[in-house]
């Protein structure tokens, strides 16, 4: 989860005009080119500089990331919710996000050549793409083995990694050719309403898909006990569905374009929501025979029509890094973040109430119905169903725009704690985690240094320390 690692090809400068006035004035007689006084002088300013809150803001998430991953077993309160609620994990990849936004406009910020920066987008977000399938497609094995390997007729195609990639390509290209920036003026909103427009239009995509079509039985094939990929050693369960604009776990439009698109045996073979009360799995990872049957179903969690609303999440940190980019008074950055983020959590608790009070008449989340359909941890819209005939209600997503009102605040806070009073000493560790943030991912998050640390074990391959840790805390 990691790109904010877009912002990890290279460098975020401040304002191309404030380092410029950084530099010295060249001599006026034209001597001392070769002069080592001056080379020493001048060479300090030929690095650019990095916007110390951004980098701090990606390291929180980078430190949210790793918390959440390995602490969510011990403490599930702060692992995913298994569909409906709200935790603390669920907040990790719109912050990721939301900060691949902010990067983009500053990346991006002055680019001449169009053609130019578009190819430079899309190698940047394919090298993503592939680095997340090698790291989340099932190469790597993890605690389960010390081998590795995948068999690519069951190699998971999207992941996080994957999912950010595409949100960094659409706003990648958004900011290169749908952006109306004159020569001497540029406007927070008038130079950027295209993106705004775009935004509107793949929510609308999305909103179509999602409770246009019709979503009918389905059915899949689980291995038996051996393992083996014979069919007559494999299970079939049938999901009855024959239904439209459905947002439970079983049929779901997200899911059944991705059975289709990408077929079953390329989707997350792990899906939280397995951990429902209505699947009642033990310990051992076993479900009863009495579980419904979409309980041994693939689901992938960053699935194609989820990936949609992902791009829209980085599309409004876009407009944030436009006010950073542009705006060199930080009262006035100040003031328009404050802006953008109460008119969206206003906006999203006023829509959510309003579409699900009429037959939610239970605890808060349940009023609001913070559900996490297909199980995507940034959706931007949440509508819901409400009467016996599922009439949709308009309603924003509320987790969606507490995420954008939470990551703006925090932005806020870092960019005056860090950048304008300069108390970087509180979060220098932070911001070497934003740094290396695409390094951290890979080694940490992906289970890479899980994978070397067992690879010393004590006489049998169980007695290595990572096995004893598992033993001890999670098993507990």
């Known amino acids: 989860m990691a790109m904010a690692i877009a912002a990890g090809y290279g460098q975020i400068p401040f304002d191309e005009e404030m380092q410029k006035s950084f530099r010295p004035p060249p001599s006026p007689t034209g001597a001392g080119d070769d002069d080592g006084a001056d080379h020493q002088l001048l060479k300090p300013y030929k690095k650019s500089k990095r916007l110390a809150s951004l980098d701090a803001f ?10 959440v991953d390995y602490g969510g077993s011990v403490f599930p309160i702060i692992g995913h919710s298994p569909w409906n609620g709200l935790h603390l994990a669920d907040f990790v990849m719109p912050f990721f996000l939301f900060v691949v936004g902010i990067s983009i406009a500053l990346v991006y910020k002055k680019e001449p050549n169009r053609s130019e920066a578009t190819w430079k987008a899309v190698g940047r977000a394919a090298k993503l793409f592939l ?3 090698l790291l989340q497609g099932g190469f790597l ?3 389960n083995s010390l081998t590795y390997g995948v068999d690519l007729e069951r190699i998971r195609l999207l992941g996080i990694l994957q999912r950010i990639s595409i949100g960094y390509l659409v706003g990648a290209l958004c900011e290169i050719w749908l952006s109306r920036r004159t020569r001497r003026e540029v406007g927070i909103l008038t130079s950027y309403y295209l ?4 935004a509107f239009a793949i929510i609308a995509v999305y909103l179509g898909l999602l409770y246009g079509l019709y979503v009918p039985d389905w059915q899949f094939f689980v291995p038996g006990q051996g393992y083996s990929d014979l069919p007559l050693d494999a299970r079939a369960y049938t999901v009855k569905c024959s239904v439209r604009g459905d947002v439970g776990p079983a049929c779901n439009s997200a899911g059944m374009i991705d059975r289709y698109v990408l077929g079953i045996s390329h989707l997350y073979a792990k ?3 397995k951990n429902l009360k209505e699947c ?4 051992d990872k076993v479900f009863p025979e009495s579980a419904p049957s979409w309980c041994h179903a693939p689901f992938d969690p960053e699935g194609l029509l989820s990936s949609l609303t992902a791009a829209v999440t980085c599309l409004i940190g876009l407009q ?3 006010v950073l980019a542009h705006l060199q008074d930080h009262k006035g950055r100040l003031e328009n973040w404050c802006v953008f983020s109460v008119a969206f959590l206003v906006l999203g608790l006023f829509l959510a109430l309003l579409g699900t009070v009429p037959y939610q008449q239970t605890s808060l989340f349940n009023q609001l119905h913070v559900d996490h359909f297909c199980y995507s941890r940034h959706h931007i819209l949440r509508p819901v169903l409400v009467g016996k005939n599922s009439k949709i209600a308009a309603s924003l997503f509320l987790k969606y725009n507490l995420n954008n009102a939470f990551s703006s605040h925090m932005i806020s806070w870092g960019n005056l704690q860090v950048d304008i009073y300069g108390y970087r000493w509180v979060t220098l560790p932070l911001e070497w985690m934003g740094k290396h943030a695409l390094s951290i991912f890979i080694v940490v998050s992906s289970n890479l240094a899980v994978i070397v640390i067992q690879g010393f074990y004590w006489k049998s391959p169980q007695n290595n320390l990572m096995n004893c840790i598992v033993s ?3 098993h507990q």
């Open 131 to 133: 680095l997340g399938i």
């Open 195 to 198: 993106h705004w427009v775009a």
């Open 141 to 143: 094995h993890g605690l």
């Open 271 to 273: 899906p939280v929501y």
């Open 320 to 322: 944030y890094g436009h």
């Open 472 to 474: 001890l805390f999670v």
């Open 280 to 283: 009642n799995i033990s310990r």
């Open 58 to 67: 990606r390291g929180l998430c980078v430190l949210l990331m790793i918390v």
